[in-house]
T-cell receptor, first 113, second 119 residues
Framework: DAKTTQPPSMDCAEGRAANLPCNHS???????VYWYRQIHSQGPQYIIH???NNETNEMASLIITEDRKSSTLILPHATLRDTAVYYC??????????????FGKGTKLSVIP | GAVVSQHPSRVICKSGTSVKIECRSL??????MFWYRQFPKQSLMLMATSNEGSKATYEQGVEKDKFLINHASLTLSTLTVTSAHPEDSSFYIC???????????????FGAGTRLSVL
């Protein structure tokens, strides 16, 4: 899997947008960007994934740069329940290596009242 | 998203006993399930990959005779920690991978985790 680099921690005011960056400069053409989050003492939760186009779902938006070397996860209106560790992971969508997720240290997002 | 149920959520046992943890995919058939372990303030580490009807594939450094994995059906995988010792105390998490072409689109969905404390 391509390595990712994320800031260890970030703060965000409640109600504001949380923008979490991720660098994946060695990403391959067949690798997708996945985002998961882990709220304290729970299993990780899938958020969103994308290849090269920007993606949006009910939880978040994913913005991938044109060269695909970095991406940003956007939580449009952060709430206290969004406080968690956010993991950015790249891996192939199918074929060899597509089954496993390799978790780094992630970004600990603290949403402040 | 798809639902993965993990049971029990917490278990306390004496040293030397065995503990079984169940992982069920509730609304999809999972040909592949995964078992992770997470120590305090650390990230998740993959222990093994479990394929339905075949032997699990263990990551380097994980003792297969100590961590027994059974994936007898498309909706159930079990992890048995045999002869548990205090150093096995950890947070164990399973995940299930929905097959390609399903609504879940090849995404891994995680259980809530099992906190094992060995006294």
């Amino acid at each position: 899997d391509a390595k990712t680099t994320q800031p260890p921690s970030m703060d965000c005011a409640e109600g504001r947008a949380a923008n979490l960056p991720c660098n994946h400069s060695t990403i391959s053409g067949n690798e997708y960007v996945y985002w998961y989050r882990q709220i304290h003492s729970q299993g990780p939760q899938y958020i969103i994934h994308g290849l090269k186009n920007n993606e949006t779902n009910e939880m978040a938006s994913l913005i991938i740069t044109e060269d695909r070397k970095s991406s940003t996860l956007i939580l449009p209106h952060a709430t206290l329940r969004d406080t968690a560790v956010y993991y950015c992971i790249v891996r192939p969508y199918s074929g060899a290596g597509s089954y496993q997720l390799t978790f780094g240290k992630g970004t600990k997002l603290s949403v402040i009242p | 998203g798809a639902v993965v149920s993990q049971h029990p959520s917490r278990v306390i046992c004496k040293s030397g006993t065995s503990v079984k943890i169940e992982c069920r995919s509730l609304d999809f058939q999972a040909t592949t399930m995964f078992w992770y372990r997470q120590f305090p303030k650390q990230s998740l580490m993959l222990m093994a990959t479990s394929n339905e009807g075949s032997k699990a594939t263990y990551e380097q450094g994980v003792e297969k005779d100590k961590f027994l994995i059974n994936h007898a059906s498309l909706t159930l995988s079990t992890l048995t920690v045999t002869s548990a010792h205090p150093e096995d105390s950890s947070f164990y998490i399973c995940s299930a991978r929905a097959p390609s072409g399903s609504i879940a689109k090849n995404i891994q969905y995680f259980g809530a985790g099992t906190r094992l404390s060995v006294l």
